[in-house]
Nanobody, 122 residues
């Protein structure tokens, strides 16, 4: 059974920072690509960032230069450092395991965490 547990969400003013963490069960980490998706209010979920098992990151255009994804294989954890947050970053953020990259696009698996709310006030 794969389990993913996120933490670190909260309420911050625009321009602020947050760091999300996701602890994965040992049977999925560190072999697969891991990543983050988010679902803004009333919208579909969207790709945010991914990190391959060799450590190479990938970002959605809207977060490049502001967000940094990293992984700690020893502790089965990935992180998302979010800087210069904007109100449009408000969403529930989900950790996703076993992402696939195909035809220049990332695809999630069925392994999602429970989500953590990030709210950025203007």
């Amino acid at each position: 059974q794969v389990t993913l547990v996120e933490s670190g969400g909260g309420l911050v003013p625009a321009g602020g920072s947050l760091r999300l963490a996701c602890v994965a069960s040992a049977n999925i980490f560190p072999v697969n690509a891991m990543g983050w998706y988010r679902q803004p209010p009333g919208q579909r979920s969207e790709f945010v960032a991914a990190i391959r098992n060799d450590g190479r990151p990938s970002y959605a255009d809207g977060v490049k230069g502001r967000f940094v994804i990293s992984r700690d294989n020893a502790n089965n954890t990935i992180y998302l450092q979010m800087n210069n947050l904007k109100p449009e970053d408000t969403a529930v953020y989900y950790c996703v395991a076993d992402l696939t990259y195909f035809d220049r696009k990332w695809y999630p698996s069925d392994y999602w965490g429970q989500g953590t709310q990030v709210t950025v006030s203007s």
